[in-house]
């Protein structure tokens, strides 16, 4: 598990599946109208293929962190987990019938949504994806109170205009006779298509009593009158005729109230479309101004990403702690500005890092060790460190809060920072380095009294010596130094 993770979960990896997702993206964009069946077959070959990829990466993500962390580390798995079911229900059909699929189209449409996952990488659609998330939210309350309005409407719709006379604007398609076809209305008119023929044809006095049946009858003058049925006649200028026919076969398809009909269509573009919708756009525009504004803070998710994978170096395990030993390292390996890799003086840099952070040293329950740091409390006190200023005081309780529920339990508080283990550490090794020094020390002595014999320096004077060879007089050296006293 542990060589298929190295390979899997790289960042050379997730550029070649980027790679692939470009390819798929570019073959899907070659299916025409009219295209020959040979050009069918080798459409359907090449999205096999790419499933066959995809399919590859899953399982292969699965064995490096298991399923159950698959789906819950990262939602982009989820979404490719969706993506690749769609993938492999749209192969079996592209192969295993020949039967028209009314649904296979959107299944291959589905495929094109990959391409979301380009997002990780790419700055600007980062932005956009992530104001769409962030103003879900916010966009499903106003949602909510947008179609409350709309069925309010619609409603008193049917009421007042469910049965006034079709015409060219309003018609069978778009009416109040219906809910359904009241509600479509509705949402057709947040666009603003032609929202004010509809209101003018929801004002209609003229021709709009409807002759069910057909009629014949004498006016007072002696005249004869024939309407047949399905005609529309005027309450006006039609009144004589009117007033002969009895009320059942009248059907009257005039506007209530011209005047009524303003001030309802008026008010619903004022609150729906003026009011609502420009709501919904006023929170986008101020959450990509705040998604832009946290991609241009020092630490951004690429730098999250670089102290993951680092940390994941140091702590195989996974078990959430390095020994503060590894500190150094850790910060030897993050580029700027969470560590100081690439930049000169890197002891001296690590050095103050490590003195300027509150990293609380603590012992892992489960081991007993001593002196490690936690994966969270670390990350916080270097992007602490970059913000250059504090926190107040309620925002850190608040974030402090949150570190402590995904911490382990202490029995005692710790009681001493990465700082203060790392400065006892630094002077219990100069304390040793003096003493193996000090312990070295006579057989440095040694060395220069040989370099001095070399040479032909009888430091002692004694004219015996001066007739032995080098290698014997060496030896006396040795034997008188390291005798004891």
């Known amino acids: 598990r542990a060589a298929v993770f190295d390979i899997i979960m790289t960042e050379a990896a997730e550029y070649a599946m980027f790679a692939v997702i470009m390819c798929n993206a570019v073959v899907l964009m070659m299916v025409h109208y009219g295209q020959s069946h040979r050009w069918d077959v080798a459409i359907s070959a090449a999205n096999?293929?790419?499933?066959?990829?995809?399919?590859?990466?899953?399982?292969?993500?699965?064995?490096?962190?298991?399923i159950p962390t698959y789906?819950?580390?990262d939602k982009w798995n989820v979404f490719d987990f969706f993506i690749v079911c769609i993938s492999i229900i749209g192969v079996g059909c592209d192969f295993g019938t020949t039967a028209t699929v009314t649904v296979l189209p959107l299944l291959r449409m589905l495929r094109v949504v990959r391409v979301v996952k380009l997002a990780r990488r790419a700055r600007n659609l980062r932005i956009m994806v992530s104001t769409l998330v962030w103003s879900a939210p916010a966009i499903f309350n106003i949602g909510s109170v947008l179609f409350l309005v709309m069925f309010i409407y619609a409603i008193a719709g049917m009421t007042l205009f469910g049965n006034v006379k079709l015409q060219?604007?309003?018609d069978q398609h778009a009416n109040f006779q219906t809910f359904p076809?009241?509600?479509?209305?509705m949402f057709r008119m947040l666009t603003?298509?032609?929202?004010?023929?509809?209101?003018?044809?929801c004002m209609i006095k003229t021709d709009c009593i409807y002759i069910t049946e057909d009629f014949t009858g004498t006016l007072p003058d002696g005249d004869t009158v024939s309407v047949q049925g399905g005609h529309y006649l005027d309450s006006k200028t039609d009144a004589a005729v009117l007033g002969l026919m009895p009320k059942s076969i009248k059907d009257d398809q005039c506007s209530p109230a011209p005047a009524l009909a303003v001030i309802y269509f008026l008010t619903y573009m004022l609150i729906a479309t003026y009011l609502l919708v420009n709501m919904v756009v006023g929170i986008i525009i101020d959450n990509i101004q705040n998604i832009t504004y946290q991609e241009d803070l020092p630490v951004t998710h690429p730098h999250l990403e670089r102290f993951v994978t680092v940390w994941e170096e140091l702590d195989p395990h996974a078990t959430g702690f390095i020994h503060i030993n590894h500190l150094g390292i850790l910060l030897e390996e993050l580029p700027p500005p969470l560590g100081v890799k690439g930049l000169d003086n890197v002891r001296i840099r690590i050095q103050d890092t490590i003195m300027n952070c509150d990293i609380p040293s603590r012992t892992v329950k489960t081991t007993g060790r001593v002196h490690y740091i936690h994966f969270l409390e670390t990350l916080h006190a270097l992007a602490g460190r970059v913000a250059g200023t504090d926190l107040p005081l309620e925002e850190e309780y608040r974030i402090h809060a949150k570190l402590l529920r995904r911490l382990p339990k202490d029995e005692e508080p710790p009681k001493y920072t990465a700082a203060?283990?790392?400065s006892a550490i630094q002077v219990a090794c100069a304390i040793r380095a003096f003493m193996h020094r000090k312990r070295l020390a006579p057989l440095w002595h040694i060395?220069?009294?040989k370099?001095?014999?070399?040479?032909?320096?009888?430091i002692y004077g004694i004219s015996g010596l001066e007739k032995q060879s080098k290698e014997e007089a060496r030896a006396q050296l040795e034997r008188e130094l390291l005798a004891p006293k």
Do not use: P, R, Y
């Open 48 to 66: 096999a293929c790419f499933t066959g990829i995809f399919i590859i990466e899953m399982v292969l993500k699965w064995i490096a962190v298991g």
């Open 71 to 73: 789906f819950t580390a």
């Open 168 to 170: 060219a604007n309003l």
């Open 181 to 185: 076809s009241a509600m479509l209305m």
């Open 192 to 201: 603003g298509e032609n929202w004010n023929a509809i209101m003018w044809d």
């Open 420 to 422: 203060h283990v790392h």
């Open 447 to 449: 060395e220069q009294l």
């Open 451 to 458: 370099s001095q014999v070399g040479v032909g320096a009888g």
